[in-house]
């Protein structure tokens, strides 16, 4: 089982629509979570760390379930500017330290 | 530009030949990392550094790879012998909480 997987897309979506991607994780002891956001041939970007209470930033939502060991990562209102590959982070200490990148989910926003 | 800056952007260099790659961290960042991502994949872990101590290397890492951060600045990451499968982005990030990420240098082995 890989650390950190993720369904790798493509998503394709109307813009104006509501996304969701999950991402899971097998260690149980991971302490920091993250959503990269990488466009095509370039490097990755932080989009948004992950609280344990969750938290929102503009259209986008980030959860984390510890129980379950995943993270979600909402987007409402898509835009087409929000096509990319977006990149689950797990930390397995508190900050950026020894981190493990999810393979990616590619999301397509359609006019 | 205050960001993380990698040099050179592109290599192409001949299979067997020695390749080294620059990084040059945002300023204040004590860590740094290298990271190799190949097409459709995530950002692979390769090594770390917190200041000029290399801290941490992937099993990836082989001999022919090393990396140095000789005064804890920039860092280098040198690839002997280059084989097919180098041919990767290989990306350095620094971080002082989350990590920010250089355009990367894309390596082809011909």
């Known amino acids: 089982r890989k650390e950190v997987e993720q369904d790798p897309g493509p998503f394709n979506v109307p813009e104006g629509a509501t996304v969701a991607f999950n991402c899971t994780y097998s260690n149980s002891a991971s302490q920091s979570f993250f959503w990269y956001r990488q466009d095509c041939r370039k490097e990755p970007k932080l989009l948004m760390s992950?609280?344990?209470s969750g938290n929102e930033d503009g259209r986008f939502t980030a959860q984390l379930n510890r129980a379950s060991q995943y993270i979600s990562l909402l987007i409402r209102d898509s835009k087409l500017s929000d096509s990319a590959t977006y990149l689950c982070?797990?930390?397995?200490?508190?900050?950026?330290?020894?981190?493990?990148f999810g393979t990616g989910t590619k999301l397509q926003v359609i006019p | 530009d205050t960001g993380v800056s990698q040099d050179p952007r592109h290599k192409i260099t001949k299979r067997g030949q020695n390749v080294t790659f620059r990084c040059d961290p945002i300023s204040e960042h004590n860590r740094l990392y290298w990271y190799r991502q190949t097409l459709g994949q995530g950002p692979e872990f390769l090594t770390y550094f917190q200041n000029e101590a290399q801290l941490e290397k992937s099993r990836l890492l082989s001999d022919r790879f090393s990396a140095e951060r000789p005064k804890g600045s920039f860092s280098t990451l040198e690839i002997q012998r280059t084989e097919q499968g180098d041919s990767a982005m290989y990306l350095c990030?620094?971080?002082?909480?989350?990590?920010?990420f250089g355009q990367g240098t894309r390596l082809t082995v011909v």
């Open positions: 982070v797990v930390s397995d200490s508190g900050g950026y330290q020894k981190v493990t």
């Open positions: 992950v609280y344990s």
């Open positions: 990030a620094s971080s002082p909480y989350t990590a920010f």
